[in-house]
T-cell receptor, first 109, second 112 residues
């Protein structure tokens, strides 16, 4: 079945530092979605990327889809304590959506 | 707009007992999903419905899990009999298309 790897598994940053999480697949993807899950909460949709090389921005968040449509990244500029949570990528190839294991971000004020 | 509703929020049962979870999706959302999220993992799709038909149930342990969405609106997920490894959060999500999914608050199941 579809496999997706997310790195790093954990990231601890000082408030104001940048943060990046990566999502990698061995197969070409139809699209990729990113979700955020706060501690004790449920996943909340952030964005969907569909096109090769696509870059989308949401305030301090920048999402990128690789040219080969096999990888993606989420970059947060100048992290804030409100960014704390686990960030999941969810990929779709020729199978239903498969979630990665997530990157847990903690921000030290 | 009301979100995805799930009940109960918490459930504790003994192994070999049965349990049922209920989900009411966002009005107008044709696609409904049930996920299992074990602590420290990403959500794992158990079953996907399009209206009242099953789109994918390849990861549903059919010997003990069952799900239905009879009228194409709300849905129930049942486990019978439960095992210790079924302890997890069961998330229901819905979507208008096969795009962004809206998740409910989940049911936290503990099997002792």
């Amino acid at each position: 079945g579809q496999q997706v790897m997310q790195i790093p598994q954990y990231q601890h940053v000082q408030e104001g530092e940048d943060f990046t999480t990566y999502c990698n697949s061995s197969t070409t993807l139809s699209n990729i979605q990113w979700y955020k899950q706060r501690p004790g909460g449920h996943p909340v949709f952030l964005i969907q990327l569909v096109k090769s090389g696509e870059v989308k921005k949401q305030k301090r968040l920048t999402f990128q889809f690789g040219e080969a449509k096999k990888n993606s990244s989420l970059h947060i500029t100048a992290t804030q304590t409100t960014d704390v949570g686990t960030y999941f990528c969810a990929v779709s190839g020729n199978t239903p959506l498969v979630f990665g294991k997530g990157t847990r971000l903690s921000v030290i004020a | 707009e009301a979100g995805v509703a799930q009940s109960p929020r918490y459930k504790i049962i003994e192994k070999r007992q049965s349990v049922a979870f209920w989900c009411n999706p966002i009005s107008g959302h044709a696609t409904l999903y049930w996920y299992q999220q074990i602590l420290g993992q990403g959500p794992k799709l158990l079953i996907q419905f399009q209206n009242n038909g099953v789109v994918d149930d390849s990861q549903l342990p059919k010997d003990r899990f069952s799900a239905e969405r009879l009228k194409g609106v709300d849905s129930t997920l049942k486990i019978q009999p439960a095992k210790l490894e079924d302890s997890a959060v069961y998330l229901c999500a819905s979507s208008f298309t096969e795009a962004e999914q809206y998740f409910g608050p989940g049911t936290r199941l503990t099997v002792t």
